[in-house]
T-cell receptor
Framework: GAVVSQHPSRVICKSGTSVKIECRSLDFQATTMFWYRQFPKQSLMLMAT?????????EQGVEKDKFLINHASLTLSTLTVTSAHPEDSSFYIC????????????FGSGTRLTVV | GENVEQHPSTLSVQEGDSAVIKCTYSDSASNYFPWYKQELGKGPQLIID?????GEKKDQRIAVTLNKTAKHFSLHITETQPEDSAVYFC?????????????FGKGTTLSVSS
């Protein structure tokens, strides 16, 4: 079946630094990628939608200059948290759809970001 | 935009009992309704989904029903087992300018005691 590989699974960084999270679709072409953020014991909140080769569309309240999304190829999308602060600590999850998935959404395993 | 409400937030059942989780959505254009199971520290795993042209779908112990008129859909788990304990999320599709995203409910923590 469709697989999305997300790395790293856990990352700890210092305040003010930037962190990059990668999501790769291993056996299909991900024409559309979605990025979610999940705080402890809460739901998945959609941050942005990106299509290969296009600028991402951000949800209201999500700072596009802080959360940089790149979807330069059909198999790779990255989320960079710039100038991270402790309040950015969260679980970030990507999801991909495309090709023959016919409305299927494949989720990555998530990245636990801790900013100290 | 789409708003998905999910109830209950917590559900405790005895092993062998049935569990039902209900969701409502607001956007009548939504046409895809998946259910996910999430274990601690992991990404959500699809357990069953239903499209708007179907009223019910079943896969072994799991079933989903959809009422498009009332804009609600439900997850039914029969003969629950301790390994069913997890957080369950419903979702509904929402078309935006960039694509069709999934909007999630707030989740239900299911506890199955033996």
């Amino acid at each position: 079946g469709a697989v999305v590989s997300q790395h790293p699974s856990r990352v700890i960084c210092k305040s003010g630094t930037s962190v990059k999270i990668e999501c790769r679709s291993l056996d299909f072409q991900a024409t559309t990628m979605f990025w979610y953020r999940q705080f402890p014991k809460q739901s998945l909140m959609l941050m942005a939608t990106s299509n290969e080769g296009s600028k991402a569309t951000y949800e209201q309240g999500v700072e596009k200059d802080k959360f940089l999304i790149n979807h330069a190829s059909l198999t790779l999308s990255t989320l960079t948290v710039t100038s991270a602060h402790p309040e950015d600590s969260s679980f970030y999850i990507c999801s991909a759809t495309g090709g023959k998935l016919d409305y299927g959404y494949t989720f990555g395993s998530g990245t636990r970001l801790t900013v100290v | 935009g789409e708003n998905v409400e999910q109830h209950p937030s917590t559900l405790s059942v005895q092993e062998g009992d049935s569990a039902v989780i209900k969701c409502t959505y607001s956007d009548s254009a939504s046409n895809y309704f998946p259910w996910y199971k999430q274990e601690l520290g992991k990404g959500p795993q699809l357990i069953i989904d239903i499209r708007s042209n179907v009223g019910e779908k079943k896969d072994q112990r799991i079933a989903v029903t959809l009422n498009k008129t009332a804009k609600h859909f439900s997850l039914h788990i029969t003969e629950t087992q301790p390994e069913d304990s997890a957080v369950y999320f419903c979702a509904a599709s929402l078309y935006n300018q960039a694509g069709t995203a999934l909007i999630f409910g707030k989740g239900t923590t299911l506890s199955v005691s033996s």
